[in-house]
């Protein structure tokens, strides 16, 4: 299995600042692309980022700007700096990856989340 571990959500004044952070471990061949995505209820789950292996990032348009993703390959971890922080940005924020496991073909995997709310 693959398990991913989030940690940084918290309570923070909009303007504000937070840093994700998300480790992958578990029986791992290799890691292609990890992200953040986030979800408030009665919504679907949205991409705020993304980025490969090589470091090719995608943004969703409302975070650009403010938010910067970055990885460790080597300690197979993503994370997501959050500046500017708006009441908006309120929701809870899951790290992503899609991993070979050995033996098994690529797949998708997700973390637990992490809750990040903006107080005006």
């Known amino acids: 299995q693959v398990q991913l571990v989030e940690s940084g959500g918290d309570l923070v004044q909009a303007g504000g600042s937070l840093r994700l952070s998300c480790a992958a471990s578990g029986s791992i061949s290799s890691i292609n692309a990890m992200g953040w995505y986030r979800q408030v209820p009665g919504k679907r789950r949205e991409l705020v980022a993304i980025i490969t292996t090589a470091g090719s990032t995608n943004y969703a348009d409302y975070v650009k700007g403010r938010f910067t993703i970055s990885r460790d390959n080597a300690k197979s971890s993503v994370y997501l700096q959050m500046n500017s922080l708006k009441p908006e940005d309120t929701a809870v924020y899951y790290c992503?990856?899609?991993?070979?496991?050995?033996?098994?073909?690529?797949?998708?995997?997700w973390g637990q989340g992490t809750q990040v709310t903006v107080s005006s």
């Open positions: 992503y990856c899609n991993a070979k496991r050995r033996y098994v073909a690529a797949d998708d995997y």
